[in-house]
């Protein structure tokens, strides 16, 4: 285990989550994880796919990959991201009288509040669908290909943050503004590899769960959702600020007003729009503002006319 993690010292990182502590001496890495109750193969997959190397997700346990992945969201809610805040705060001036710091802050704060609710999802209703396909139920309204589907990566908007600091923030020898934007460009590159281990390794070791439960003839059906519930589903997977855009487009505006009226770029806009159109499946403006008043997200007297 000691030579694993020092060809690679990113999986420092994958060891915790997989709550693997230091300290393990020359063990090796199946005396480590039968030390702390980690499948094998499952650590060993997540190695391989973190170090570039061949994997296969057909060996895997998913009890064992959801575990590592609620770690991961509990590291980045409740460590990571709040730890960059605090840091961003102390390197740019918050006092209230530099505008653009405050802009800085309130894109920071937005962001983060995305990927909670983009994990929070995942906690609540993929990684719920899963455990209980590991029952052997069914649910004929959701599938692994739903969330596939959908899945966006969450890491591109740091890279984003990254660049607006260097590019429009005047500070010169700003020792702690260095240290921060490491600390983003990092958690950029860490939160990218965390959704490709959810697209590469844990979608397909599902899909594979679901074809072998439907060949077996042994199925039991969770499916009490109705059209109205699914709706919902479709609304709570939406961000507050996809629900803002939306708002927006139902308004009249154009994708220019629109960025100038929530302080984006045109092209986070454009994201955003493309994000919206995969989740909800709606391709059109007329769409969308149909989807806004059945949503109650805007009033019929609202809508340009």
Do not use: W
């Not at 209230?96 to 983009?118: C, N, P, Q, S």
């Not at 709706?231 to 009249?252: N, P, Y």
């Amino acid at each position: 285990m000691r030579d694993l993690v020092k060809d690679n010292s990113a999986l420092i990182l994958v060891m915790g989550r997989f709550g693997i502590s230091l300290g393990f001496g020359d063990k090796s890495v199946r005396e480590v994880c039968r030390m702390h109750h980690v499948n094998e193969n499952t650590f060993l997959e997540v190695v391989n796919f973190v170090s570039n190397k061949d994997y296969n997700y057909e060996s895997i346990s998913l009890s064992s990959l959801i575990g590592y992945l609620k770690q991961a969201h509990e590291y980045y809610l409740d460590f990571n991201l709040p730890n960059i805040r605090r840091k961003l705060i102390e390197a740019i001036d918050c006092s209230g009288t530099d505008e653009l710091a405050m802009l800085i802050l309130k894109f920071y704060d937005e962001y983060v509040t995305e990927v909670r609710k983009h994990m929070e999802y995942e906690n609540e209703v993929v990684f719920s669908y899963v455990e209980q396909l590991s029952q052997g139920f069914l649910n004929r309204n959701f599938t692994i290909s739903n969330f596939a589907g959908k899945h966006t990566p969450i890491g591109y908007k740091l890279k984003e943050l990254k660049d607006i600091i260097i590019r429009y923030y005047p500070e010169k020898n700003n020792y702690q503004l260095n240290q921060v934007l490491l600390e983003i460009i990092l958690s950029e590159q860490d939160l990218t590899s965390h959704c490709m281990i959810e697209d590469k390794l844990f979608v397909p070791a599902v899909k594979l769960v679901e074809q072998q439960l439907k060949k077996s003839g042994q199925i039991q059906y969770t499916d009490e959702t109705d059209s109205e519930s699914i709706e919902k589903d479709k609304l709570e997977v939406l961000s507050d600020r996809e629900k803002d855009i939306i708002i927006c487009v139902a308004k009249g505006m154009n994708n220019k007003e629109i960025a100038d009226y929530l302080y984006l770029s045109v092209h986070t806009v454009t994201t955003h729009r493309r994000n919206i159109s995969n989740k909800l499946q709606i391709h059109t403006t007329a769409g969308l503002i149909i989807y806004a008043i059945a949503n109650k997200l805007v009033n019929i007297e609202e809508i340009q006319k």
